[in-house]
């Protein structure tokens, strides 16, 4: 890895642990307030609408999110804001409106307990499983990026690395719990962003501005066959799959990234919305996601377009500009963003970038872990293992030690996830496959379950299990072209191949979507609702008394909150069609 | 939940301000350390960037003390 590797200076090392000295403090200082399970697991649910806020969005700006984008902003241009602009946005805005009345007015401490509420154990019991493997799985893979990283780029011991990074987010996470997680997770947010605004400063002054790289990427965007403009435009060619890069049209953007993959994943995917479960009041529970709208939106202009920067340098000459090559011609674009801190930045702010990716990297870990303990000990061990009892002291005890056991071992076994990644290349592919098949058919039971009381428990699991079946199958059945494994699809035969792999991706969502969504209500008008009306209150939108306008200001409104977001959102689109 | 995080984000930040700033004071006018940043001395403005944000930090963290215990 000749291409991007680089030394650090002691003013680097420094940053570095001035920074990491604050994230320990943080868990240290949070240590004598985490006296039973509700304070460690849930905050205590008294987070400030702008920390959660903060922390809502930075539990999704991982580093696999920053290097990734980065890297599609050299692949596919402005398109790549389709993931935020489209892709995040509405249904940023749909969950704090429409589903955290009833996620956080139903005091289910986890996605997977108001499914308990909601309709039935199986269920529950079901995607708190999967969850929880997932979750594990995800975090083992954030540490073996990470360690990597640090061995590529940095020249670091590889099994050093999994360790220390490991006992770091072990520590703030065991003294500090989810407070520690969301409280360092603010931290990271300003540090990325700090850290990585001065390359996009020079990289626009390198190439002229907005203007002067438009005009230096027509001969490159010309070579590979698209029209000059199709880097700096995001909806102007997507009337046809072969026009823009993505290999998707307009429907499929919409559909597949707009509506299934996206409200699949913002709506349902515990990480996340427990971020917004942990506010303080339930109009603070509904400003979290809009509050995380707001950078959210301005978050391409940090990542996507030094992208598109780095894609104009490595093409000129004399810019001293390169990308490690996979194999002649094919450039590694996931080092981009590390290419760009190695191009720019002298002693003392690299120190600052390369402290943003790290720490990027260990809240990603940290998220994972304090979504895992929650579950484990809500709804697995406290549902099946060890019920509540009449002594409730007794019991806040106990589930604390059962919480912070839960974190040693979740950082365990995410050690052992990582070698097993760096055993099996493919893995990270294979977990993020999976992770799409599971959100879609669970956005369609939650979305059914709160919006129709006639939606049966029986129905729901049932539902589950189809949409995941589907898009196996789907996944099994179909190829992306050019595809060198049995990982990226096509593992039963090979009936239809696609453009590219995003297509396949949105396609899978879009099928296993589908599927649930179908069977969930055949099923849901064929069987008994078991469920009293009683017992909804507080769960179904029918069924919730309406809180009417909120007793607060009327800027801190959350609707007056959500019309900023999309109308900022819809001049963005205007401005960059 | 128990400590107000505005003011571990401010300290740290004006810690790393000032830390950047001095550096790059030092590092005043060294052509060769700044050839890759276009002969922008992007330690002194970066480091007066974060030393400003920091402290606005700790100025919101003093005020909302403040108003808690009067």
Known sequence: M???????????????????????????????????????????????????????????????EVMGMTGSGAKYGMLTTHFYWVGAIPAMVFLALFMMPFYYGSKARSVPEYLKLRFDEKTRGLNAILFAVMTILASGISMYALAILMERVLGWNFHLSLVLSAAIVLGYT?????????????????????????????????????????????????????????????????????????????????????????????????????????????????????????????????????????????????????????????????????????????????GLGITALLASFMSGMAGNVSAFNTVWTYDIYQSYIRPVTSDKAADDKHYLFVGRMATIFGVIVSIAAAYLASLFGNIMDFLQTIFSMINAPLFAVIFLGMFWKRTTGHAAFTGLLAGFTIALLHHGLTVPAGAATLVKGGWICNLH???????????????????????????????????????????????TPKLGVEQVAWYRRSTTLAILVLAIGTILTILFW | MGIDIKFPIGLMFTILGLLLTVFGLVTYGDAQLYKPSLGINVNLWSGLGMLVFGLIMLFFAWQSKKTKTP
């Open chain 1, 497 to 543: 191949t696609y453009p590219v792999e995003m297509a396949q991706n949105f396609w899978t969502a879009i099928f296993a979507f589908s599927t649930s969504a179908l069977i969930t209500v055949v099923l849901s008008v064929l069987t008994k609702q078991k469920k009293s009306d009683d017992d909804l209150r507080g769960l179904v939108y029918s069924l």
């Open chain 1, 174 to 350: 065991y003294l500090g719990g989810l407070s520690s997680a969301i409280y360092n997770e603010v931290l990271q947010f300003f540090i990325i962003v700090i850290g990585l605004l001065p390359i996009v400063i020079l990289c626009m002054q390198d190439l002229g501005g907005w203007a002067g790289m438009k005009e230096q990427l027509v001969p490159i965007v010309s070579a590979k066959g698209f029209a000059p403009d199709t880097w700096t435009t995001t909806w102007k060619y997507t009337g046809s799959a072969a026009a823009n890069p993505l290999g998707v049209e307009w429907y499929g953007i919409f559909a597949g990234l707009g509506f299934v993959l996206s409200f699949g994943y913002w709506c349902t995917n515990f990480l996340i919305v427990q971020r917004a479960m942990s506010a303080e009041s339930p109009t603070a529970a509904r400003n979290t996601p809009l509050i995380g709208a707001l950078p959210k939106m301005f978050i391409p202009f940090l990542i996507i377009v030094p992208g598109i920067a780095a894609l104009v340098l490595l093409n000129k000459h004399g810019s001293g500009f390169t990308l490690p090559e996979i194999s002649p011609g094919h450039y590694n674009y996931d080092y981009t963003i590390i290419a760009l801190l190695k191009q720019y930045l002298p002693a003392g702010v690299l």
């Open chain 1, 2 to 64: 000749t291409g991007a590797s680089f030394t650090l200076s002691w003013i680097d090392y420094t940053v570095m642990i001035v920074y990491f000295a604050f994230v320990l403090g943080i868990g240290w200082a949070l240590k004598r307030y985490m006296k039973d399970a509700n304070a460690f697991l849930e905050a205590g649910r008294s987070m400030p609408a702008w920390v959660a806020g903060l922390a809502f969005i930075s539990t999704n700006l991982g580093a696999l």
